[in-house]
């Protein structure tokens, strides 16, 4: 027999995954939370202690969800000692506070560096997703092998909705690195694997992505809004960039004309808008007009605007080039494994498995909406995880239409298409619970 969290992920798979009605979904929804947090309380010595002080034992309302949610920051509340100290030990105990397994047996002999710890972790069945934001400070996400594989089989369905992108069908085109503990790369190997041709995928940027650059990088950027940076400091970051932007370009050009070649047989691109803008640039270049890919090809383009100058009608430039094409949109995070199709109607769809949660600013208080559009902080509980508490409150102010259909037929709610954040770059966001949750973290390493 079948269990409802089993049943409501499932359903991504079949052609209505998107065609149920909040009537018929919640209530499993809330079925499926509770027997995860039944299974999950005593394995996350976080999500037990969380579960303890709040009084929460058992999941029968949306409300009784909000005080079990982990602030997203929650996930590099680390000591950055640690990394600095090769104290891969400590790391291992930090994580295992947020796993669902216990990690600190793991042999960390030969570790030198972050990458080498998330490579040794992947070697002992713990897939960690990095993501640095804009503090310099790393995010690690811990998940296991059979999340990873859920996540796959959902990005495989949810992309390109409500249509299927044919298997193996498409020259593929990927703007970024194929390798490394991120989840944008996740994305690339799910086109090569499963959408490319045999032999037809081809990536721009050939190394690795490795953490420890990553976080240089963004470090040296905080170091110059603080004001700490030395001129030593700013001349060689300043020449790395110069050679490396050298690189890029002479690369993005080869990549480009590849692209170009193919163009009247079905591709898959994806990119960042300002990548897609010097693929157009190098087209106008060679003499090739607006509109003339072939209809089956897939288009996607998204972020990488904060700090780029783009003109005001980037994405109008990037349709009009591409012409009559295929060009799904989805919203997604890293701490998120089902992500969100956009319709028609420019809207986001909630998949069966993953509960939306609307909180008011600081994070604290269910917004009870039922119809309407209400804005405020989002929250969910992704069902998918059982390798960490899918259980994240984010930093994204989004706009929800709780209203019974959406503008393109199909149930709702939906999430508008003008998700901002609260914070931006280089600003703290104050999430209610944080340091609350820090604390459980630092209790539960002893």
């Given at each position: 027999?079948?269990d409802?969290?089993?049943?409501?992920?499932?359903?991504?798979?079949?052609d209505h995954?998107?065609?149920?009605h909040?009537?018929e979904i919640?209530?499993?929804?809330?079925?499926?939370?509770n027997?995860?947090?039944?299974?999950?309380?005593?394995r996350?010595?976080?999500l037990?202690?969380r579960?303890t002080?709040?009084?929460?034992n058992?999941?029968?309302?949306?409300d009784?969800?909000?005080?079990?949610?982990?602030?997203?920051?929650v996930?590099?509340?680390?000591?950055?000692?640690?990394?600095?100290k090769?104290r891969?030990?400590?790391?291992?105990?930090w994580?295992?506070?947020?796993?669902a397994?216990?990690?600190?047996?793991?042999?960390?002999s030969?570790v030198?560096?972050?990458?080498?710890?998330?490579?040794r972790?992947?070697?002992?069945?713990c897939?960690?997703?990095?993501?640095?934001g804009?503090?310099?400070k790393c995010s690690f996400?811990?998940?296991?092998?059979?999340?990873?594989e859920?996540?796959?089989?959902?990005?495989?369905?949810?992309?390109g909705w409500?249509?299927?992108?044919?298997?193996?069908?498409?020259e593929a085109?990927?703007?970024?690195?194929i390798?490394?503990?991120?989840?944008?790369i996740?994305s690339?190997?799910i086109m090569?694997?499963?959408?490319?041709?045999p032999?037809?995928?081809h990536n721009l940027?050939?190394?690795?992505?490795?953490?420890t650059?990553?976080?240089a990088?963004?470090?040296?950027?905080?170091?110059?809004?603080?004001?700490?940076?030395t001129?030593?400091?700013?001349?060689?970051?300043?020449?790395?960039?110069?050679?490396?932007?050298?690189?890029m370009?002479a690369?993005?050009?080869?990549?480009?004309?590849?692209?170009l070649a193919?163009?009247?047989?079905?591709?898959m691109?994806s990119?960042?808008?300002?990548?897609?803008?010097?693929?157009?640039?190098?087209?106008y270049?060679l003499?090739?007009?607006?509109?003339d890919?072939?209809p089956r090809?897939?288009?996607?383009a998204?972020?990488?605007?904060?700090g780029?100058?783009?003109?005001d009608d980037?994405?109008?430039?990037?349709?009009?080039?591409?012409?009559?094409v295929k060009?799904?949109g989805a919203?997604g995070m890293?701490?998120?494994a089902?992500?969100?199709p956009?319709?028609s109607?420019?809207?986001?769809?909630r998949p069966p498995g993953?509960?939306?949660?609307?909180?008011?600013?600081?994070?604290?208080?269910?917004?009870?909406a039922?119809e309407g559009v209400?804005?405020g902080?989002?929250?969910?509980?992704?069902?998918l995880?059982?390798g960490?508490?899918?259980g994240?409150?984010?930093?994204d102010?989004?706009?929800?239409?709780?209203?019974e259909?959406?503008?393109?037929?199909?149930?709702g709610?939906?999430?508008l298409?003008?998700?901002t954040?609260?914070?931006?770059g280089g600003e703290?966001?104050?999430i209610?619970?944080?340091?609350?949750?820090?604390?459980?973290?630092?209790?539960a390493?002893?």
């Amino acid at each position: 027999m079948t269990d409802t969290r089993t049943e409501l992920l499932n359903l991504i798979v079949t052609d209505h995954a998107f065609d149920h009605h909040r009537d018929e979904i919640e209530p499993m929804q809330l079925e499926a939370a509770n027997a995860l947090f039944a299974d999950l309380r005593n394995r996350i010595p976080v999500l037990e202690r969380r579960a303890t002080e709040t009084g929460i034992n058992k999941i029968t309302s949306f409300d009784d969800i909000v005080p079990l949610l982990f602030a997203h920051t929650v996930y590099k509340s680390y000591p950055e000692t640690f990394i600095a100290k090769k104290r891969w030990d400590r790391m291992l105990a930090w994580l295992s506070t947020l796993s669902a397994d216990d990690l600190t047996n793991i042999d960390m002999s030969g570790v030198e560096t972050a990458d080498d710890w998330l490579n040794r972790l992947k070697e002992n069945g713990c897939t960690v997703l990095a993501t640095s934001g804009s503090s310099g400070k790393c995010s690690f996400l811990p998940a296991s092998s059979a999340d990873k594989e859920l996540k796959v089989r959902h990005f495989r369905h949810a992309v390109g909705w409500p249509d299927e992108i044919a298997e193996n069908q498409y020259e593929a085109f990927w703007t970024g690195p194929i390798e490394g503990p991120n989840s944008a790369i996740e994305s690339g190997q799910i086109m090569r694997d499963h959408w490319a041709k045999p032999g037809g995928f081809h990536n721009l940027i050939k190394t690795p992505l490795k953490i420890t650059d990553v976080s240089a990088g963004a470090a040296f950027m905080k170091s110059m809004r603080d004001g700490t940076a030395t001129p030593a400091d700013i001349e060689a970051f300043e020449k790395r960039s110069k050679e490396t932007a050298g690189r890029m370009k002479a690369d993005l050009t080869g990549f480009t004309d590849e692209l170009l070649a193919h163009r009247h047989e079905p591709v898959m691109v994806s990119g960042l808008w300002a990548q897609h803008l010097q693929i157009i640039e190098r087209a106008y270049e060679l003499g090739i007009p607006d509109g003339d890919f072939h209809p089956r090809s897939v288009v996607q383009a998204g972020g990488g605007i904060k700090g780029v100058a783009l003109p005001d009608d980037y994405k109008e430039r990037v349709s009009r080039f591409y012409g009559d094409v295929k060009r799904p949109g989805a919203y997604g995070m890293t701490e998120l494994a089902q992500v969100m199709p956009r319709c028609s109607a420019l809207r986001y769809h909630r998949p069966p498995g993953l509960i939306w949660l609307l909180l008011d600013q600081p994070g604290e208080k269910l917004i009870n909406a039922r119809e309407g559009v209400v804005e405020g902080r989002f929250a969910f509980l992704d069902l998918l995880y059982t390798g960490r508490w899918g259980g994240v409150i984010t930093g994204d102010k989004v706009a929800i239409d709780w209203s019974e259909t959406c503008p393109c037929g199909r149930p709702g709610p939906t999430i508008l298409d003008s998700i901002t954040r609260f914070a931006q770059g280089g600003e703290d966001d104050h999430i209610g619970c944080a340091g609350t949750i820090d604390g459980y973290v630092r209790g539960a390493m002893g």
